[in-house]
């Protein structure tokens, strides 16, 4: 699987504005989000090489979804090609989420497409509370669900599950993916 290039200026614009916003110095979000203070003076000047697992650790130590920090402003009708979108690869796994579309403050809800490939699973840690993840599996196998109860699912199988507690995503075929539906409350 090709390892896709974040969209760093988008990733840089709305960490420095939501830090902004909630009041914070570079050095209290590092802390709070358990990362570098110069990994996250990098990514505000749009370097660096941020995994998933940073940028979920920021999201969570900000309060906001996922999504407000690699999503760019919409226009009112969005077409995104298969193979095209905002791709960010995790550090530790096979794996790719494309974000389609962020939700608004008053729809808190996200859609991702997953691509996985066998190897070393992916653990997420847990979201902010009361999310909750909906997957629906588009083409191979995999295992998906809270880290100490997954589920094996194949294509067409939907699983929900609260991503507000550690879970996991493993592909048990290659060229496995599914659709990911995010829900925050």
């Known amino acids: 699987m090709q390892d896709p ?3 760093l200026a988008t990733i840089a614009a709305a960490l420095r504005a939501e830090r902004e916003r909630a009041g914070i ?18 990514l505000e000047a749009g370097t660096g090489n941020p995994g998933i697992e940073t940028l979920w650790s920021l999201g969570v130590a ?11 402003p919409t226009p009112a009708v969005r077409v995104i090609r298969a193979g095209e979108g905002p791709r960010l690869s995790a550090d530790r796994a096979d794996f790719v989420a494309t974000l389609l579309a ?6 808190r809800r996200d859609l991702y497409v997953m691509e996985l490939e066998p ?9 902010l509370p009361g999310s909750v993840e909906h997957v629906v599996v588009a083409a191979g196998r995999i295992m998906a669900g809270p880290a100490a ?3 094996e699912l194949a294509a067409g199988d939907y699983i929900s ?8 995503y493993e592909a048990l075929t290659a ?5 990911l539906v995010m829900e925050h409350r």
Do not use: C, M, N, Y
Request: glycine fraction near 10%.
């Open 5 to 7: 290039a974040p969209p």
């Open 25 to 42: 110095s570079i050095a209290e979000l590092a802390r709070r989000a358990g990362v570098a203070k110069s990994t996250l003076s990098q």
């Open 62 to 72: 900000l309060g906001v979804p996922f999504s407000r920090l690699v999503e760019p």
């Open 102 to 107: 962020a939700g608004s403050p008053d729809r």
């Open 119 to 127: 190897g070393q699973p992916r653990e997420a840690e847990a979201h």
């Open 149 to 151: 109860e997954p589920v």
């Open 161 to 168: 599950f609260p991503g507000d507690a550690p879970h996991r």
């Open 175 to 179: 060229g496995s993916w599914a659709v």
